[in-house]
């Protein structure tokens, strides 16, 4: 038997097989359930922004006469007359939608009036359905103004026992005042809500222009309005989604920043974005301050009461700065979130993604229609009535022979037929008379009927000048617009302001020379310069940092808050920071653990620190390694950064970077060893190389000892050698004879055991200010001045007291004008 045969043997047995292909089934089902899903189910119509769940909550309180002007009713009772007349689907999701069309930050013209718990802005549920009671809100009764005068379709309800309205009459564009979204299948919408009096506006408009620009429109309707208030950032996703359906924004809470008494600051949110859950975003925030991302964070509370239902309170600790904190808020939290706009909504049944244009012409339609199905329905029982008041006004003018005719006659029907014939009427007239009370009689009711006639055949007029011209229809559109605006406008709540920007953080701080310590264990802070006091040669000096036992100050520096710091590491490769990002702390503070700040490897610690703002191609840095190696590098290259370094140069195994310093073209460079030994050399003695490179011979040390540092041998400029047991002196550099690289150099001051071992250089003019740190970390501040100046070949004088067991570690300079 073939499959035919088997097919027709299946269908006509009337055993209720049917035999089909799979896949062309799946493909038929798939795309019927995909229809209904979209047609029936989760996007609005174009017409009256309305999704079916919604126009039947609505048309069912209309029905059932739940209306402003009424009592509430029991929600429980407009969700059971919504599922058993119109919409055969789940209570829950018929009460959900009736909640969100009574809660006025969802909604930003509500349209139910609910009266109990409808949920809140935190998220929190409404109470169930049976405790809670709802009508209709007076802005609903104007969609559903004029549905009794045959101004929309009708079709049957699921079961066929009653109709229900195919659209709303929609009398203001509420697709664009209430916004909507879904997801359907294989597509969503999202439309803003706007402001009702903007809508109206833009309506009007382009009722008076049908060719009005997006541009135009933009004068009148700038952008969304949300019932949540809040900040649009910049206008051009708005004007995309007004050109083309699709279009990204950036919305922003609304804040204000108040200082207390005691001078600390608190950011006030008062609005938040659009459908953000606020107690979600509390928690959010309590999050971030707890696991540190947020240290600039005291404390945060919930602020809302009867009168600010909203506000969440941010204290601040007292060195933070209120925009910086905000701009991480933004990045990190809900309090800034992005809202893809899609006007994708219901054209004559098939989706469709609408410009704001193509919106306001498909509602704009609608009202023409209404209008003029309302016209007619008017002007058809405006004919009617005044055709029985003709009859009536007949009866009365012959009133006498009307009654003879009447008593004359045995029957209704004979009677009517010989009024009929005798006065030429018709039979709605003869019912009319006979039906007619005897106090129409008087002299005051005919008057009556004779006004309420002229004034019928006024209203025929008009409603025949309607019918036959369309401009006319257009005016009665803007003016009825125009009246629904005066009833139930509101002002804006959201703000529109510029391009959201991440603020610049380096524009909020304050541009201050700060001083930059970074220990042997690796701890690293700033703490302005103006935390040291000044002293006199031979001080003592005062407690500079709290170090764990065995740590000692390596590295200490001055630099702007705005420049780069490039660490070089003793491995040979270079981070980039700005000084601001070094975390800054007391005097007495340890500091922050520079692991944190950079991604070094174990073994690894910074060897030198360049203070930069630019990076010239025609300046270089010169590096210099414990073991005399030096190169030359172009500054510019740089100026780049990547999260796990760059290479700055390449090593001997058993060597390590010991200094790196800002050079220039012609400029001398000077080295010294710790044996107390100095070399200069012009710096043309090396050419420039690349990043990734060993360098050259720069200084030969003997075994044993090692070179302490490389600097620049500026004109007029002294060279400073300090001692472990703090004795140093300044010599010119100009009576440094001029070398070769390569050389073991000469001798820069007299070695004794007393003095021991050279420990610090610097090249300084007379006018710097110097900072000598020890190995115990005690900091002492000074004039290079106080330092005498003397020969090559002398031994110094003491610069600091040491104490026994402690030895200098470290010098920096602090220029006056740098």
């Given at each position: 038997m073939s499959d035919n045969d088997i097919l027709n043997e299946a269908d006509s047995g009337g055993t209720g097989v049917r035999l089909a292909e799979l896949g062309s089934e799946m493909r038929t089902s798939f795309l019927e359930y995909s229809m209904s899903v979209i047609v029936s189910r989760a996007l609005p119509d174009v017409r009256?922004?309305?999704?079916?769940?919604?126009?039947?909550?609505?048309?069912?309180?209309?029905?059932?006469?739940?209306?402003?002007?009424?009592?509430?009713?029991?929600?429980?009772?407009?969700?059971?007359?919504?599922?058993?007349?119109?919409?055969?689907?789940?209570?829950?999701?018929?009460?959900?939608?009736?909640?969100?069309?009574?809660?006025?930050?969802?909604?930003?013209?509500?349209?139910?009036?609910?009266?109990?718990?409808?949920?809140?802005?935190?998220?929190?549920?409404?109470?169930?359905?049976?405790?809670?009671?709802?009508?209709?809100?007076?802005?609903?009764?104007?969609?559903?103004?004029?549905?009794?005068?045959?101004?929309?379709?009708?079709?049957?309800?699921?079961?066929?026992?009653?109709?229900?309205?195919?659209?709303?009459?929609?009398?203001?564009?509420?697709?664009?005042?209430?916004?909507?979204?879904?997801?359907?299948?294989?597509?969503?919408?999202?439309?803003?809500?706007?402001?009702?009096?903007?809508?109206?506006?833009?309506?009007?408009?382009?009722?008076?222009?049908?060719?009005?620009?997006?541009?135009?429109?933009?004068?009148?309707?700038?952008?969304?309005?949300?019932?949540?208030?809040?900040?649009?950032?910049?206008?051009?996703?708005?004007?995309?989604?007004?050109?083309?359906?699709?279009?990204?924004?950036?919305?922003?809470?609304?804040?204000?920043?108040?200082?207390?008494?005691?001078?600390?600051?608190?950011?006030?949110?008062?609005?938040?974005?659009?459908?953000?859950?606020?107690?979600?975003?509390?928690?959010?925030?309590?999050?971030?301050?707890?696991?540190?991302?947020?240290?600039?964070?005291?404390?945060?509370?919930?602020?809302?009461?009867?009168?600010?239902?909203?506000?969440?309170?941010?204290?601040?600790?007292?060195?933070?700065?209120?925009?910086?904190?905000?701009?991480?808020?933004?990045?990190?939290?809900?309090?800034?979130?992005?809202?893809?706009?899609?006007?994708?909504?219901?054209?004559?049944?098939?989706?469709?993604?609408?410009?704001?244009?193509?919106?306001?012409?498909?509602?704009?339609?609608?009202?023409?229609?209404?209008?003029?199905?309302?016209?007619?329905?008017?002007?058809?029982?405006?004919?009617?009535?005044?055709?029985?008041?003709?009859?009536?006004?007949?009866?009365?003018?012959?009133?006498?022979?009307?009654?003879?005719i009447i008593r004359g006659s045995q029957t209704d029907r004979e009677a009517s037929e010989r009024l009929q014939e005798r006065f030429n009427l018709s039979e709605a007239q003869t019912a009319a008379i006979l039906e007619m009370r005897l106090r129409r009689l008087t002299g005051l009711e005919r008057h009556k009927l004779e006004d309420e006639l002229a004034e019928l055949k006024e209203k025929i007029a008009y409603y025949k000048r309607i019918l036959s011209d369309e401009s006319l229809v257009r005016e009665v559109i803007k003016e009825e617009l125009l009246e629904i605006k005066g009833r139930f406008n509101t002002p804006r709540r959201t703000t529109l302001c510029g391009e959201a920007e991440d603020i610049d953080v380096e524009d909020l701080i304050a541009d201050e020379e700060v001083a930059v310590t970074v220990t042997k264990a690796g701890y690293v802070k700033r703490i302005p310069v103006s935390a040291y006091r000044q002293q006199k040669r031979g001080g003592k000096g005062m407690q500079g940092v709290n170090l764990k036992e065995n740590d000692f100050v390596e590295h200490l520096f001055v630099a702007s808050t705005h420049s780069y710091m490039l660490f070089f590491s003793t491995a040979g490769k270079v981070y980039r920071l700005k000084v601001y990002e070094i975390p800054e702390a007391s005097r007495h503070a340890r500091g922050t653990a520079i692991v944190n700040l950079l991604p070094l490897v174990k073994g690894e610690s910074i060897a030198a620190v360049i203070a930069t703002k630019d990076f010239p191609e025609d300046e270089y840095l010169m590096f210099g390694t414990e073991q005399g190696m030096v190169k030359k590098t172009s500054m510019n290259l740089y100026d780049r950064t990547r999260r796990d370094g760059l290479i700055a140069i390449n090593l001997k195994e058993d060597d390590q970077l010991i200094a790196v310093r800002r050079v220039k073209s012609g400029e001398d460079v000077i080295m010294v060893s710790s044996a107390g030994k100095a070399i200069k050399w012009n710096e043309g003695e090396v050419r420039s190389m690349g990043r990734d490179t060993m360098g050259v011979r720069g200084m030969t040390v003997p075994a044993n000892t090692k070179v302490l540092g490389l600097e620049i041998a500026r004109p007029d400029t002294d060279l400073l050698v300090i001692t472990e047991n703090g004795y140093g002196k300044r010599t010119p550099v100009s009576e440094y004879p001029s070398h070769h690289r390569g050389g073991q150099g000469v001798f820069t001051i007299v070695m004794t055991a007393k003095k021991g071992n050279l420990s610090a250089m610097k090249v300084v003019a007379e006018s710097d200010e110097l900072m000598i740190i020890s190995e115990s970390g005690i900091i002492i501040r000074t004039k290079a001045a106080d330092v005498s100046e003397l020969g090559r070949a002398t031994q110094g004088v003491r610069v600091m007291n040491v104490a026994n067991k402690d030895k200098v570690t470290a010098v920096a300079i602090s220029t006056e004008d740098d």
């Open positions: 009256d922004g309305l999704k079916p769940v919604h126009r039947r909550i609505l048309y069912a309180m209309h029905d059932s006469g739940i209306l402003p002007t009424r009592p509430h009713a029991k929600s429980a009772r407009t969700v059971g007359d919504v599922i058993g007349k119109y919409h055969p689907h789940g209570d829950s999701a018929v009460y959900d939608t009736m909640v969100r069309l009574a809660q006025d930050f969802s909604m930003r013209v509500p349209l139910v009036d609910g009266h109990g718990n409808f949920g809140s802005i935190d998220g929190d549920s409404a109470a169930a359905m049976r405790y809670t009671e709802a009508r209709l809100a007076k802005p609903a009764m104007e969609l559903l103004r004029d549905l009794d005068k045959e101004t929309v379709d009708w079709q049957p309800n699921y079961d066929e026992s009653l109709q229900e309205p195919v659209v709303l009459p929609a009398r203001f564009p509420n697709l664009l005042v209430n916004g909507s979204n879904g997801i359907a299948v294989g597509m969503a919408t999202n439309i803003p809500p706007h402001n009702l009096g903007e809508a109206i506006d833009a309506t009007c408009l382009m009722l008076d222009n049908p060719d009005v620009t997006v541009d135009e429109l933009m004068q009148v309707i700038p952008g969304p309005d949300f019932p949540t208030g809040g900040l649009i950032m910049g206008r051009k996703g708005i004007k995309d989604a007004y050109e083309t359906g699709r279009g990204s924004l950036t919305v922003r809470s609304r804040h204000k920043i108040i200082e207390s008494k005691t001078g600390k600051k608190s950011i006030v949110i008062t609005e938040i974005p659009y459908q953000v859950n606020r107690t979600n975003l509390m928690k959010k925030i309590g999050e971030l301050v707890r696991d540190k991302k947020l240290p600039e964070i005291s404390n945060v509370h919930d602020g809302a009461d009867r009168n600010s239902p909203v506000d969440i309170i941010i204290d601040l600790k007292s060195n933070a700065i209120p925009q910086v904190v905000l701009n991480k808020l933004y990045k990190h939290t809900q309090l800034q979130v992005g809202f893809g706009v899609i006007n994708l909504a219901l054209v004559d049944g098939v989706p469709r993604t609408l410009s704001l244009r193509e919106m306001l012409r498909h509602y704009i339609l609608h009202q023409e229609d209404v209008i003029v199905r309302r016209t007619r329905f008017d002007l058809r029982k405006a004919e009617e009535r005044a055709h029985i008041l003709e009859g009536l006004l007949i009866a009365l003018d012959n009133i006498d022979e009307v009654i003879k």
